[in-house]
Every structure is written in structure tokens, then in C-alpha cells.
């Protein structure tokens, strides 16, 4: 009986997620994979826009990536992970004293961006705080996976064909180390921009220690004849993208009203109503 109970309290002690804790830092290299949407610019399939993420899409205009103030613009440390540039190296921020994991840091290749995930318990800070790139986390174990909460983000790319978050941003990660790979799980909840939570499960990463980190260095150029102090936009309905064009498909033949976005078009019984639309003959040019 006494080897039973203590065989009891070994197996609950293995099983308390204090034990669950896993390291995470290491060099990442991303997997391949395609951002998301068909490929025609201006599409929001699947994103759960509200009215006004709807009409900042219409307002955007590709000259933006051409305005000088915008040339070396930061993507947010969540999206750059998305893009093919997202080899990442995480480490622990050890205290002395206890050795009791304080932090988590993390640099992404992408625009140089870093992350520190506080793991002692301190507070975000108050709403009128400054708002940056990549924002304030904090981090808390839910058995073996790292759960992230990450606030006070400028408003940045959902994708960035024109689709963003606004500053009221909160972005909810699941960090899963499974052997040699990483999975990131994002829900994006904005109150402005989106109607619904956004989530995103596709960032996948495999441990290799030999991977180098290359710098990024950007420098603003003048690459276009975009003068200072413009700023490119369309009015709302005169987008001339593709993706809003209702006279043009994509390669799926995707009629117009699914690009449109909206919490309806994440779902598979969206499926059923797309095949009742009209589709239009001519297929757009694909997103380079």
C-alpha cells in the first residue's frame, strides 16, 4: 500500500505542469509555405473583418511601400514570423541569484525584430503607454506550451497586401515545442479592424544549431517618385486592386464577395454559399 501511494504522488508530481516547462531557445529555421490568400492583391478571404477593417483594406495603396517615411518599416514581431525571412533565435534570460527563467527572448531575421517574453509575473503596462512593433508580452506555462500575451502593438500588417491590425491589438500565442520542431499558433483579437478573433496555426520551425543569422540592414532610398509627405490611398469603392475587381477571378475561381472578407468566409459552411455565387470568366493577375 505505502509503495502504491508513493508510486501515486511520483506520477502526480511528473504530471504538474511545473515539470512541463520546455526549453525553447535555440536557432529556428522556418519552414516554406505561402502567405496567406489566393494570390490576387486585395483579397481578405478568411480574415474576419469588421466594417472599418474593411475600409482601411479599400483605402490602401501599394505605392505605400514606396513612400520614403515607409521604406524601412518594421513588421510586427508575430508577422514577421510569417514571411520567408523568419529564421528566429530564442534564449532564456536566466536570474542569478534563483536560476529561474525571468524571460524569454526572442530575434527574428525579418526586419531585425526582437521579442521578451517577461515570465515573472509583472503587469502590462497601463493603455496610454508607449505602443511599438512588436509590443509588451508576457508569458505563463500551460502544461507544455508557452502561452503569450502580447499588447501595446502599433497598428501593423494582418497581411500586407493592405489588411492590418489597429493599436487596440491583443495577440494571444501558443509557443509548442514538439522534439526538434516549433509550432507558433496566433489569435489576433482587435476591436476595430476585426470582427471575430483571427487565428493562424501554419508557423512551423525545425531546430538547427548550425543555421547562421544574417544582419538586415535598411537604409531609407528615394525608389520612386512618391514625394515626402504623401501618403498613396484610394477612396473607399475606387480601389483599382484585383482582388476587389468584380469582373476578375482567381485561380480558384473565387467569386468577389468571399474577398471581401468578413467572420463568415472562416468557415467551412461558408463553402456551400460560394458555390451559389456567380463567378466572373476572366482571371486576375496573381500577386507576385
Keep these: 500500500m505505502k509503495h502504491t501511494i508513493r508510486g501515486v504522488l511520483i506520477l502526480l508530481l511528473w504530471s504538474h505542469p511545473a515539470f512541463a516547462q520546455v526549453d525553447l ?34 483605402s490602401w495603396s501599394p505605392d505605400d511601400f514606396d513612400v520614403a517615411e515607409w521604406v524601412c518599416r518594421p513588421h510586427s514581431f508575430h508577422y514577421g514570423l510569417e514571411g520567408g525571412l523568419s529564421r528566429m533565435r530564442v534564449w532564456a534570460e536566466v536570474d542569478f541569484a534563483t536560476q529561474k527563467v525571468i524571460a524569454w527572448r526572442a530575434h527574428a531575421n525579418q526586419e531585425e525584430q526582437e521579442v521578451t517574453i517577461w515570465m515573472d509575473g509583472r503587469p502590462h503596462p497601463p493603455e496610454n503607454a508607449a505602443h511599438t512593433w512588436s509590443g509588451f508580452s508576457t508569458g505563463a506555462w500551460e502544461g507544455d506550451v508557452l502561452v503569450v500575451t502580447t499588447t501595446h502593438l502599433k497598428e501593423n500588417y494582418i497581411r500586407r497586401m493592405g489588411l492590418f491590425h489597429s493599436d487596440k491589438t491583443t495577440v494571444r500565442w501558443r509557443w509548442r515545442r514538439v522534439g526538434d520542431y516549433l509550432q507558433l499558433t496566433t489569435i489576433m483579437y482587435d476591436p476595430v479592424f476585426l470582427a471575430e478573433p483571427y487565428i493562424r496555426t501554419s508557423t512551423m520551425f525545425a531546430n538547427d544549431p548550425a543555421m547562421p543569422m544574417d544582419p538586415y540592414p535598411c537604409e531609407e532610398a528615394t525608389e520612386t517618385a512618391v514625394e515626402r509627405g504623401k501618403v498613396p490611398h484610394f ?8 482582388g476587389l475587381n468584380p469582373n476578375l477571378t482567381d485561380r480558384f475561381r473565387t467569386p468577389l464577395e468571399p474577398r471581401l472578407g468578413g467572420p463568415a468566409t472562416m468557415y467551412p459552411e461558408y463553402i456551400a454559399k460560394i458555390r451559389t455565387m456567380p463567378v466572373p470568366k476572366e482571371e486576375g493577375a496573381p500577386r507576385d
Excluded: E
Design 25 to 58: 531557445s535555440g536557432m529556428w529555421a522556418t519552414f516554406g509555405r505561402n502567405q496567406d490568400g489566393s494570390g490576387m492583391t486585395g483579397d481578405s478571404a478568411g480574415v474576419p473583418l469588421s466594417p472599418a477593417g474593411r475600409w482601411r483594406g479599400d
Design 235 to 242: 477612396l473607399p469603392g475606387k480601389s483599382p486592386l484585383p
